[in-house]
């Protein structure tokens, strides 16, 4: 049974899921933490998932890991601590994530937003990684995903103040691919995602993974893995289907085989 989590499996193959916490604007504890990457665990070998959009709701997406909760771990408890894990999780979810995010998305809930892998924002959100006002540092990726994504002067700028910025900056600096009116964030990530889930399972899942690995290599192990992962799909039924399918002029249809 999930307490923390509205989820919804729709026909067109995406899986939806709100974070569901709003007595705490969706701060993510041990437990919703658990539920996600349980979710995205079962979702990775469902055939009937293709993509997945997570939303928070119109007040916050996340504003981070639940602070009552760190608030009894020593060094010892946070060795043991379970969370880790879970995120590890949540990374090596295979099938694409779309992010829907309106309001506040801080600490974890910033950190969460960059597993996700493309991230649709209301004009109203806000992003950053406050966990330096807390004495402490980012701790789900947040200074390696973040570097990543805005470069380094904004990131470090960041994570060093703790100061948030706004949908339109976090979009300008690539950390976000469309912003929308707040009311249509949903919608718009819930087309995005459509638009994914009627591509081929295979060759989306090859892509994500190669996109990702970009930003863990150099160029040329970068090309060789593109290579490999190209030359892989050609033995897809997939590939010859959507190839035959634009040479007489109808729609694909795919197996994910
Ligand atoms: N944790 C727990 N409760 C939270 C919370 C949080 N992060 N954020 C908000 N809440 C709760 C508030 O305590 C309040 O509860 P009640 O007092 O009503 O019971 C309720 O949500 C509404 O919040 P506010 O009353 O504060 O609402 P405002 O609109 O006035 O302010 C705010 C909104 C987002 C500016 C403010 O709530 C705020 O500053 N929240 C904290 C944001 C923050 O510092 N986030 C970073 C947390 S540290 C790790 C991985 C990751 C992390 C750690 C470890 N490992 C893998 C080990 C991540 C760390 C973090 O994210």
Redesign the pocket.
């Known amino acids: 049974m999930l307490n923390y989590l509205l989820t919804e499996t729709l026909p067109n193959g995406v899986l939806r899921i709100q974070l569901h916490r709003p ?3 969706n ?1 993510l504890n041990t437990a919703l933490l658990g539920e996600l990457a349980d979710t995205l665990d079962a979702a990775a070998t469902d055939d009937a998932v293709r993509a997945v959009v997570i939303s928070g709701d119109s007040r ?1 997406f996340a ?6 909760e ?1 608030a009894d771990l020593d060094m010892v408890g ?1 060795m043991s ?1 379970p ?2 894990q879970r ?1 590890s999780r949540i990374a090596a979810f295979p099938k694409p994530i779309v992010a829907a995010v309106n309001g ?1 998305a ?4 910033c ?1 969460l937003v960059m597993h996700a892998d493309i991230v649709i924002a209301g004009r109203d959100a806000r992003f950053g990684q ?2 330096i ?2 004495g ?1 540092i ?3 990726g947040g200074t390696q995903r973040l570097i990543r994504a805005v470069g380094k002067s904004l990131a470090t700028q960041m994570v060093l103040t703790g100061e948030p910025i706004s949908a339109e900056r976090a979009c300008d600096a690539g950390l976000v691919s469309e912003l929308t009116e707040p009311e249509l964030t949903l919608e718009r990530a819930l087309q995005v995602a459509d638009q994914i889930a009627k591509q081929a399972p295979l060759a989306v899942q090859q892509a994500k993974d190669v996109l990702l690995r970009s930003q863990e290599t150099h160029l040329a192990a970068g090309l060789s893995y593109e290579r490999k992962a190209f030359t892989m799909l050609a033995a897809t039924e997939d590939r010859n289907e959507g190839i035959r399918a634009f040479i007489e002029k109808r729609r694909p249809e795919y197996k994910g085989r």
Do not use: H, N, Q, Y
């Open positions: 007595e705490a604007l701060a916050a504003a981070g890991a639940d602070i009552r760190m946070v601590d969370r880790p995120w506040f801080l600490g974890g809930g950190e406050p966990e006002k807390l402490i980012p701790g789900a």
